[in-house]
């Protein structure tokens, strides 16, 4: 038996806007696991192990420097593939713990993972929607951020953008595509097609 079969996988790239996607559908009642949140918890927990790892360099003062790590990981693939195989299997554990009720009772719930693709660590889960905008359109958003008038964030978005699986590629591989290329109604109608594509499935859900 599959331990995450209830699982259904939301990702996308920088500026797709799939944090939105999961706000949403966790008003529809759906709980939302983020990969992220979980990551950055970690990090915190395990200073100490990161420190051994990478160097001092990486505590301010005793605390994790993330910025610092940025800098590394996302220019330096050895040094990525090392934080990952440090953090991953940690991370796949509390995926595992917070879905456990939803497991239980059989109800599908959100794991929002930003590089499903890229990592390969949840192959085992089969339902995987990729929230999608053009490649243009995810530069331009991030830069709103502002990213736009800072030239070392700018520097960061771009490493970023390198490390992320081409947006084309991962609708390729999705097994659904929520359409955020336009506006917020749109993207409304898309999330509502797309729970008529759960409920198809989980019939008995009240949704």
């Known amino acids: 038996m599959k331990e995450l079969k209830n699982a259904i996988v ?15 559908l966790s008003l529809y ?32 003062d005793g605390i994790f420097d993330k910025k610092a790590l940025g800098k590394i990981v996302f220019n330096d693939e050895e040094a990525r593939k090392k934080l990952e195989n440090f953090l991953h299997p940690k991370i796949r554990e509390i995926i595992i713990d917070e879905a456990a009720f939803c497991e239980e009772k059989e109800v599908p719930y959100i794991l929002d993972i930003p590089l499903y693709f890229e990592t390969g660590n949840y192959n085992d889960i089969e339902e995987v929607a990729v ?75 009240k949704i």
């Not at 709980?31 to 790892?53: C, F, G, P």
């Not at 390198?162 to 590629?169: A, L």
């Open 29 to 60: 009642g759906f709980k939302i696991i983020d990969a992220d949140r979980i990551t950055a918890e970690l990090l915190v927990k395990h200073a100490k192990d990161i420190e051994e790892l990478f160097g001092k360099k990486f505590l301010n």
């Open 10 to 24: 939301i990702t996308g790239g920088i500026g797709t806007g799939k944090s939105t996607v999961c706000s949403i």
């Open 131 to 205: 929230v999608y905008a053009t490649k243009e359109q995810q530069w331009e958003r991030v830069l709103k951020r502002g990213y736009e008038a800072n030239e070392t964030k700018k520097n960061i978005l771009k490493n970023i953008l390198k490390v992320q699986m081409d947006i084309e590629e991962k609708r390729k591989r999705a097994k659904y595509v929520i359409d955020n290329s336009k506006d917020l109604k749109h993207l409304q109608k898309e999330i509502e097609k797309f729970l008529d594509y759960i409920r198809k499935k989980y019939a008995h859900l």
